[in-house]
């Protein structure tokens, strides 16, 4: 993590006294107050920054998990399906092509659910675009399904298994879904670097990085269910896992089909 004190120190500057981040937030709220601006709508910003800035834009609505909106944070079937089929049209692919691309995108980047009450799973935008772009530029699928721009999702897989418990808790993920008491909204940086790392702290941070996802079920005691939400994902923590038992470049080798 490049030593938490110097990233720390950079992310405080940003957000706190009069940083940059935090100096553009105070303006939109008070632009709210009669300066023209009725509402804003905002979206990409972090639960952990939306916790940080609070003083300076404590008018902010959390929206992310409303059922009205369960939907905005990923492309639907239909969205990708339609997409699809105008890359096979210029493509000069016969039409029955374009349920083969639906299929074969369905099992490897759908699954995600950000409403425990929606039945609605969603595509993840970095993954699918990239599979679409590298389609429609080429005309073939692409070899490897997973897009490196996911990179930063390894580092945050890298972070919960650095922490307590963390490395079993990947390993029970790639294993079977999680039952969590509740997420956790207010994250921010001052938890992560010091506070208590609870198993709903962990499973909150991978839920909101898109590591885990909804399963619109509860246990029985009224837990919510969280799960990986397609291969690709499950890729990612079989990789981590090999890394984390496997330290030396030899092993990893050796290891490497096992975990394929």
């Known amino acids: ?3 938490h004190s110097q990233s720390s120190g950079r992310y405080e500057k940003l957000l706190f006294g009069e940083g940059a981040v935090k100096t553009i937030f105070k303006a939109v709220k008070y632009a709210t107050k009669g300066l023209g601006l009725d ?3 905002i979206t990409g910003v972090s639960p952990v920054i939306m916790s ?4 300076g834009h ?3 609505e959390n929206i992310s998990l409303a059922p009205k909106f369960a939907d905005m944070c990923g492309f639907s079937d239909a969205e990708v399906g339609d997409t699809l089929e105008r890359i096979v049209r210029e493509c000069g692919f016969p039409s029955e092509m374009t349920e083969e691309a639906s299929d074969m995108m369905r ?3 759908n699954g995600h659910l950000f409403c425990p009450r929606s039945d609605d799973l969603l595509y993840n935008p970095t993954l699918a675009l990239y599979f679409m772009k590298y389609f429609q530029s080429c005309c073939e699928y692409p070899e490897d399904m997973l897009d490196e721009n996911m990179a930063v999702e390894r580092g945050k897989l890298a972070y919960i298994s650095s922490l307590s418990g963390g490395d079993n808790l990947i390993m029970k993920a790639l294993n079977e879904p999680l039952g969590i008491q509740h997420l956790i909204r207010g994250l921010n940086v001052e938890d992560m670097l010091s506070g208590p790392k609870s ?11 898109g590591l885990l996802t909804l399963t619109g079920q509860r246990t029985d005691i ?3 269910i969280l799960k990986i939400p397609n291969p690709v994902t499950r890729r990612l923590y079989a990789e981590r896992i090999r890394e984390m038992l496997l330290s030396e470049s030899d092993d990893r080798s050796r290891a490497r089909g096992f975990a394929e």
């Not at 940080?52 to 003083?55: E, N």
């Open 107 to 109: 099992k490897f980047y």
């Open 222 to 224: 009224g837990n919510l």
């Open 1 to 3: 993590m490049g030593g």
């Open 52 to 55: 940080d800035i609070t003083s």
């Open 58 to 60: 404590n008018i902010a």
């Open 199 to 209: 198993t709903e702290f962990m499973a909150s941070m991978l839920f909101y990085s």
């Open 39 to 41: 509402r804003a709508f």
